[in-house]
């Protein structure tokens, strides 16, 4: 069994070391806030005093962070994973960011003689406990191979897209179809409500046809509800959507939709709604239209 | 078995009109095209000579029209279904209209003694065929129970949404919803592919997530295969998108994204693009972006 640091012990990176832990795998962690450190060191993880001390004792880091900036920090930042790694390590970068982010990143390491994954996940606080997270990851097929028994740990599915940078393309592909998918639900409902059309009964209608979709039957019965508990939290898409956009815009890619669907969220958020699921865009509709879309 | 009058005999019309003949209907057709009618005429249909005409012989009366304009013209114009019809007839309009002319011609049929359903369609020329249409019908309930039989002819799946105008609410929903959906996967696509992610492993990795659908399921194959043979085509959506902001605008419901998809399409209607799957909408990303979400 391989020697793991983890670094990013949040909401996600928890559940999942914790994971790793049980499946019989050595750890050694970090993270600035001290108190899920210390839960991890209960459950049998070693404490490392840093990113670059973490580095300097694994075979394989993964990093569990909130985005770009704070990858980019562990990785080549003062006390950095880069100061500490020994050629022929791999670093498997879980988060969410920018695939030119992870690019870059690979590039460095590469000069180190450390392989690089991106290897974000989709499916939550309860699917990382679970382990069974989506993982879509990008990078060299053998360091792919190699990996794939940690990653299932984690993961019920396990996808290797392409190279690196791939897995977080991936990623941002899937958050632009989740997102549009739930603004359609919000616009066309609150357009059938507010018109005296009984909501519940359009989402029974249409639900078979065309117009089904995984986020129609996850949300629709939580917006006749009035339930938006995250989830998913509106500020964690808006911080996928800027990637997005980032991304297509150092492509040349047109983010039409996208662009205007993230200012939909973020007008949310100045309403103070940047905690609620993701499935409260439909608020954004429902307080110009002046209607609800509840059950009857 | 009634006597059914059947006004329009298009590409959804004729065979919805076939089915209904050979469920054993006494069947009295009318069409400005000659050419169907001498078909329904040899299938065992009469013919009428005036929608006037059809709406004096007829105890239930079926229209399957373009679009508004024409629903009003054959109910109210000269020699229309106002002038023949006979108290107690029960009219079935089953095109795709704007919501407020259902209402509108109800309430004028309604001084006739004539109850009105607005019973649009989902599902296609195949599905007209087969007689395995998803049918949306509003208006009043007794007259929903009574038409019921007839509708169950055309259709699979045959709901009564609510009052008059309602059916061409929920079909605008419906037309909402799929437009985004499709353009969220071109959006997401073209994004990946111009990133270098083969689009049918980034199909692969996300379509049993939150941002799996139908749309998904049906049009991103035929993408791949840079098939965009109709099935709908663009400018029957466009016509649909654009009730769908007539209605909203009445309403002052705000139809933000529905709106940009709409132009995205009337830029496609503008390339010569009109007649193409509504699936082709991701040509419009493929071109700005110059390159194609095709099959490796």
Not at 95 to 111: A, D, G
Not at 191 to 199: C, N, R, S
Not at 207 to 230: H, I, Q, Y
């Amino acid at each position: 069994m391989k020697n793991i640091g983890f670094i990013g012990l949040g909401i996600m990176g928890k559940p999942m070391a914790k994971n790793l832990l049980k499946a019989g795998y050595q750890l050694i962690v970090y993270d600035i806030n001290a108190e899920p450190v210390k839960e991890l060191f209960e459950a049998g993880a070693r404490e490392g005093t840093s990113s670059q001390d973490v580095a300097s004792q694994s075979e394989v880091i993964i990093t569990m962070l909130p985005n770009s900036p704070e990858v980019r920090e562990v990785v080549l930042g003062e006390k950095g994973i880069i100061y500490g790694v020994k050629p022929g390590t791999v670093l498997i970068d879980m988060s969410s960011i920018t695939p030119l982010t992870s690019k870059e990143l690979s590039e460095k390491l590469q000069q180190k003689g450390v392989a690089m994954l991106d290897a974000p996940v989709s499916g939550g606080e309860p699917k990382a406990i679970e382990g069974t997270l989506a993982i879509m990851a990008g990078g060299p097929k053998e360091t792919f191979d190699m990996a794939k028994d940690i990653l299932e740990v984690m993961g019920a599915s396990v996808t290797r897209v392409g190279e690196i940078g791939s897995g977080n393309i991936t990623k941002l592909a899937n958050q632009i179809i989740v997102a549009l998918n739930i603004a359609a639900m919000g616009e066309a409902m609150v357009l059938a409500t507010k018109a005296g059309v009984d909501p519940e009964k359009v989402y029974q209608a249409i639900r078979g046809g065309l117009a089904g979709s995984t986020v129609l039957d996850a949300k629709m019965p939580l917006v006749l509800e009035g339930n938006f508990k995250p989830g998913f939290r509106i500020e964690l898409h808006i911080k996928d959507l800027m990637n997005a956009l980032d991304t297509a815009r150092e492509l040349n890619v047109p983010d039409i939709l996208s662009s205007q669907v993230m200012e939909i969220m973020q007008s949310l958020k100045a309403d103070g709604k940047a905690k609620d699921d993701h499935g409260g865009i439909i608020q954004y509709y429902e307080k110009l239209a002046k209607v609800e879309v509840r059950k009857e």
